[in-house]
């Protein structure tokens, strides 16, 4: 069961000033997970945090950060597994730290290691990094972490999914014994309990949702298409949606083809995936919160990466290969709080993956069909979920009018 937050940040055991810059930004409501492991942080305890995407989580680890750091010598480093989550992260503690003088600097690939070594000159107390550009900074002594005091892995599952597990072993070792140790994530894989169980002292697992669990307000659609009626479809869906998407695709290939075939439905769309470089992708996704980008279409890469408020929806046009990535998509849409909504294209050979993302969420996803695409051109289907009775139909809470489900036999 998810706690109820506070009405404020009062009571937490934050300090004045951290208090007042959160009014200052409009930070007035913790999330769950700010409720539960702001306090622990600022006792000086190591944490495992598991809360579903789009919860408050990076907040959860900066206000301890700084306030601590504002006591003491020494440095905080954040380790992220995408370049685009820690820029946000960065972002994030800039909104705070700039009130203490405290500098901060961000290393990822594809940007400028000498303006990073610059900032490093200059030095920040704290550090955001992916793994692979703090080892490159670390080979070339340009960074020492000999006095680090405080160390956050943040989506610590995407990061070992990456394969960044010997990266971020390899600076583990390079950190002093005596820190703090956060590591927080939407799933907790057996890797993760192998991590904190030999990197952490007597970890506090402060939990919010199941591992695992979907954002609580977004509401899910599956069709059952053929492969090559996909962008018919997706046309469909775009004259029913008039505020920003996110779309999916599973190879980037795929994603630079539906761009180009979005662009052609005279939609404005953008791509974003590792093909691109860091500007590109940088201005992919401004142009999407600005509004200048109504679809953007994005590998996995993108995941956990973005954080745009108002997303009305997101589009799985692809399933995902790994179905925890189910979770970290649709977290897109629904955050803080808000309403969202996921629609998912499954080809009539994926019935195996349409299930694994059920059990994984314990919600059973609804087949639709829109009646006025040819009706040859999708399967139909009955689906009978693990978690819904063969005499109860699925909810649905759909903010505008939703096509009839379709049932036959194909998923029983």
Request: with cysteine.
């Amino acid at each position: 069961m998810i706690d109820r937050p506070t009405e404020n940040f009062y009571g937490l055991g934050i300090a004045p000033k951290i208090l007042d810059i959160l009014e200052r930004i409009k930070f007035k409501v913790p999330t769950p997970i700010q409720l539960k492991a702001i306090p622990l942080a600022l006792e000086g305890k190591d944490i495992i945090g598991i809360a579903q995407t789009g919860t408050g989580k990076t907040h959860s680890f900066a206000i301890p950060m700084v306030q601590i750091l504002a006591q003491k010598k020494g440095i905080g480093l954040v380790l992220a597994p995408t370049r685009e989550l820690a820029i946000q992260i960065e972002e994030a503690f800039q909104g705070i730290s700039r009130s203490f003088g405290m500098r901060t600097a961000c290393l990822i690939g594809g940007a400028s290691m000498y303006e990073q070594v610059r900032a490093l000159r200059n030095k920040p107390r704290i550090i955001i990094a992916t793994p692979g550009r703090l080892i490159d900074h670390m080979t070339q002594w340009n960074i020492l972490l000999d006095d680090a005091v405080m160390l956050v892995l943040d989506e610590a599952d995407r990061m070992l999914d990456m394969g960044f597990t010997p990266q971020v072993e390899k600076i583990l070792r390079f950190l002093p014994r005596e820190r703090q140790t956060m590591l927080f994530s939407a799933t907790i894989p057996k890797e993760i309990i192998q991590m904190a169980a030999k990197h952490m002292k007597l970890p506090v697992s402060v939990e919010v949702a199941p591992s695992g669990t979907a954002a609580e307000k977004v509401t899910h659609e599956l069709f059952i298409v053929k492969k090559d009626s996909k962008l018919q479809l997706l046309g469909k869906i775009l004259t029913k949606y008039h505020g920003p998407i996110l779309l999916f695709s599973r190879t980037k290939h795929n994603a630079r083809k539906i761009t180009r075939s979005i662009r052609d439905m005279r939609y404005s769309a953008a791509e974003i995936h590792s093909d691109r470089s860091l500007s590109q992708r940088r201005e992919a996704l401004g142009g999407f919160k600005s509004g200048k980008y109504k679809v953007l279409v994005a590998t996995d890469i993108a995941a956990r990466g973005i954080d745009v408020t108002g997303i009305e929806l997101v589009i799985n046009y692809d399933l995902p290969d790994d179905t925890e990535n189910y979770v970290h998509r649709i977290g897109r849409t629904g955050r803080a709080g808000h309403k969202g909504h996921a629609i998912s294209f499954a080809t009539p050979d994926q019935r195996n993956d349409v299930r694994d993302i059920e059990k994984l969420i314990r919600v059973s996803l609804p087949i639709l069909k829109y009646p006025d695409i040819s009706q040859e051109q999708f399967i139909q289907s009955s689906h009978q979920s693990p978690y819904q009775s063969s005499n109860r139909r699925p909810r649905h809470n759909y903010r505008q009018k939703r096509p009839m489900q379709s049932r036959s036999k194909f998923y029983r």
